[in-house]
């Protein structure tokens, strides 16, 4: 048994993170900051999800694995409440990897035309 067949799912914890983020919508914004980011809306949720993106890359690029895996961590938080800010349920988000899964990712790329390596 590796040490990564000893760790958590990340499919898992991304479910569990998901619906504690559903369940904080509505909630009160001064006890909740998830509750906070939904009330101000998309906009807001796209912001932090992009000075996240950063911090994450920057991580990436230059820090230490544990940094790395602080910026992922909020990275995918970020992701999942803007996500949930659009009410696009990760769910969605799945069936469009699973439908990338049947080509291969260099026809996948082609076929969007974005003209990004």
Not at 24 to 39: E, V
Not at 52 to 74: R, W
Request: proline share 6%.
């Amino acid at each position: 048994m590796s040490d990564e067949d000893a760790l958590p799912s990340l499919g898992a914890e991304i479910e569990t993170l998901a619906e504690t983020i559903r369940s904080k919508r509505g909630g009160d914004p001064a006890a909740s900051y998830t509750a906070k980011l939904l009330a101000k809306g998309p906009g807001l949720c796209a912001k932090k999800l992009g000075e996240e993106a950063v911090e994450a890359a920057l991580a990436i690029a230059a820090g230490p694995d544990a940094d790395v895996a602080q910026e992922a961590a909020d990275l995918l938080y970020h992701l999942l409440v803007a996500l949930a800010a659009r009410d696009v349920p990760p769910s969605a988000v799945a069936a469009v990897l699973i439908a990338r899964q049947a080509q291969s990712g260099l026809a996948e790329k082609a076929a969007r035309g974005d003209g990004n390596p």
